[in-house]
């Protein structure tokens, strides 16, 4: 296919889906969000010549991040021993994780993983800036996606939580629920498309596994961290859009399913 032939197909497409939004913009002020997601993708990504690289930051190197409010309070998922106790049939253990504190069933939002090192007293308080967020993923059922990680690590490496229980590291998460796929996928990709989560991949470069071990494993590494707010590209667009999503669950997802004939996923 030409070149004139792919620019012209490319400006038929954006010229609709801007023609779709200017008619919406009337009665919504969330159009900054998805503005920024068409130029990212479909005008940064796939039809210009010139790459645009955004810098990207690791995540475990800060304490917070401005969306970090916007999340349920860390909990405990997996304890250092839990799925030695279970494997060894431990009287009382029946399970290899902790289910108390789970989202609600089917429940379609965000959710973190993270680690950190707390007392062996579960009623024992914690610092939330010491848990070290690893992973950032999404799901149209959250509850039944963090019970895989607890059963056998889910998609991620088994490995990778049995290094982390080997140091004495508790496994956390967090989520933010959301209207749709739609909608959480998109927030993900644009807070992936600058923070760099070590065990995720997809817009994230390779999973950082061994490199995570080695930092967790660095008495000076916690003392290290950088107390600043990580307030990276798009962040006050996905601070707002999470807000908003409250107040009008069907927006997000209405244009989104506009921009499905353009080569977005379902």
């Given at each position: 296919m030409s070149y004139f032939l792919l620019s012209k197909m490319a400006?038929?497409?954006?010229?609709?889906?801007?023609?779709?939004?200017?008619?919406?913009?009337?009665s919504t002020t969330t159009m900054p969000v998805i503005s920024q997601l068409l130029n990212n993708r479909l005008i940064g990504?796939?039809?210009?010549?010139?790459?645009?690289?955004?810098?990207?930051?690791?995540?475990?190197?800060?304490k917070r991040t401005k969306h970090d409010a916007l999340f349920s309070k860390w909990q405990i998922l997996i304890r250092?021993?839990?799925?030695k106790d279970f494997n060894n049939g431990k009287e009382g253990v029946i399970r290899r994780y902790?289910?108390?504190?789970?989202?609600?069933?089917?429940?379609t939002g965000l959710y973190e993983l993270g680690v950190a090192?707390?007392?062996?007293?579960?009623?024992?308080k914690f610092d939330p800036d010491n848990v070290v967020p690893i992973y950032l993923g999404e799901s149209v059922d959250v509850r039944s996606r963090l019970q895989d990680y607890g059963r056998c690590g889910g998609h991620l490496?088994?490995?990778?939580?049995?290094?982390?229980?080997?140091?004495?590291?508790?496994?956390?998460?967090r989520y933010a629920l959301m209207g749709s796929k739609w909608e959480a996928a998109a927030i993900e990709g644009m807070i992936l498309s600058t923070i760099d989560y070590a065990?995720?991949?997809?817009?994230n470069g390779r999973r950082r596994q061994l490199e995570l071990v080695e930092k967790l494993g660095d008495r000076e590494f916690m003392s290290k961290?950088?107390?600043?707010?990580?307030?990276?590209?798009?962040?006050?667009?996905?601070?707002?859009?999470?807000?908003?999503?409250?107040?009008?669950?069907?927006f997000l997802t209405s244009i989104l399913k506009l921009m499905r004939p353009f080569g977005f996923p379902e």
């Open positions: 400006k038929l497409k954006i010229n609709y889906i801007r023609h779709t939004i200017s008619i919406m913009q009337k990504m796939e039809f210009s010549s010139v790459a645009v690289v955004p810098t990207m930051f690791k995540r475990e190197d800060y250092p021993n839990d799925w902790r289910h108390e504190d789970l989202p609600p069933i089917c429940s090192v707390i007392g062996q007293d579960l009623g024992q490496p088994a490995s990778l939580f049995e290094d982390i229980s080997l140091n004495g590291f508790y496994i956390f998460f065990c995720n991949t997809r817009n961290r950088k107390s600043q707010v990580l307030v990276p590209l798009l962040q006050d667009q996905v601070v707002t859009r999470i807000k908003e999503e409250k107040k009008n669950k069907n």
